[in-house]
């Protein structure tokens, strides 16, 4: 996600990168919004002084919207009525269809938790290991905002007979090799993925349960059709970078719930439920809101004492367990600073 806010003129200007992005987006916009983007449209021609509608043009034209409607299928989609627009452009109501990579510009009045909640996308990409392998060979790349091959190391059994006690040798000593190098580079990584056809990535990650374990924890296993340059094009159409992104957000959540469960289960400093967590906020004692993503709109005015009280805003996902454990205690819980 990119963002610019105008916050004198209650305007951000926003490019969403991936499907996470549009979640985000879905979350902040909200009836009454207006949104400015390119979208196709029919037009209106003229011919021989008669205003005639293209029966088979649309044009793509900057028009902007009062939103009524919000959707999230495969894109997000916006529907309200059109406020400006090139004079071309029939009026009426329109849907302005917004996906990765497309720019909008949304006004409204601006919340802090919302430009918070954008601004948590941004964050740059933490780098990320990735080996890709098969019995023969691996290749081992250093991904960030873009990607480096570092080197490629090939097993010494390569076309032996594997019932050969050298083989089998030559076979072990490669898949130590590969773990080595691993362990070395992985210091400042936030991942480590190991990726590739066949059985290879299996036998790698038996070797890391007896001679790695300190590396389990950042492991993702990955499968591919291809190994090399070609492994990783596969890994990057599949959205790496944005499961990897997905997973982090998920670990901060459930950390965060979990904080949440072990106070609340020794009557600790927590509150859960929209009466004692809304009692808690009139009081100024909330140091930390936990809020599920289902029940933004229904909990939207606690959001606004919270951001009055300056107290720390963290949208849980329902999607995933500690979210729905966040949802069994009402949607909404704090932890005291006190």
Same mark, same amino acid.
């Given at each position: ?20 992005? &549009? ?27 008669? %205003? ?51 720019? &909008? ?126 492994? %990783? ?21 459930? #950390?965060?719930?979990?904080?949440? %469960? ?11 439920? &929209? ?5 808690? %906020? ?19 005015? &606690? ?33 005291? #600073?006190?």
């Amino acid at each position: 996600m990119r963002s610019r806010f105008d916050l004198k003129h209650n305007i951000g200007k926003i490019t969403p990168h991936s499907k996470e992005d &549009l979640y985000i987006l879905k979350e902040v916009i909200t009836p009454g919004n207006f949104i400015t983007a390119k979208s196709p449209r029919s037009v209106k021609i003229r011919r021989e002084g008669e %205003l005639i509608r293209a029966k088979t043009g649309r044009k793509e034209s900057i028009m902007k919207i009062l939103v009524e409607k919000i959707e999230l299928k495969d894109k997000l989609r916006l529907t309200g009525k059109i406020l400006e627009a090139p004079e071309r452009v029939e009026r009426g109501y329109h849907t302005i269809e917004i996906e990765p990579n497309k720019f &909008l510009k949304i006004e409204k009045e601006w919340k802090s938790w919302e430009i918070d909640r954008i601004k948590s996308a941004e964050r740059r990409p933490e780098p990320v290991l990735v080996c890709i392998l098969d019995e023969n060979e691996a290749d081992f790349y250093f991904l960030k905002e873009r990607y480096k091959h570092l080197f490629n190391l090939v097993s010494k059994a390569t076309g032996k007979r594997f019932d050969s006690k050298k083989a089998e040798k030559e076979r072990k000593e490669y898949y130590v090799n590969i773990l080595n190098e691993l362990k070395k580079r992985s210091k400042n990584v936030k991942k480590i993925v190991i990726a590739g056809p066949g059985f290879a990535r299996d036998d790698l990650q038996k070797l890391m349960k007896q001679r790695g374990k300190e590396l389990l924890e950042k492991l993702m296993m990955e499968f591919t059709y291809q190994t090399g340059n070609l492994g %990783l094009q596969e890994l990057l159409k599949k959205g790496l970078i944005e499961k990897i992104t997905k997973y982090s957000r998920i670990s901060q959540e459930t #950390k965060a719930v979990e904080k949440l %469960l072990e106070e609340i289960n020794k009557n600790g400093k927590a509150v859960y439920g &929209l009466e004692n967590t809304r009692e808690a %906020l009139e009081n100024g004692t909330v140091d930390f809101l936990l809020v599920s993503d289902i029940k933004l709109r229904e909990f939207e005015e &606690l959001l606004d004492l919270a951001d009055k009280i300056k107290c720390k805003i963290m949208i849980i996902a329902s999607e995933h367990a500690a979210g729905e454990r966040l949802v069994g205690l009402g949607g909404i819980a704090g932890l005291l #600073k006190f």
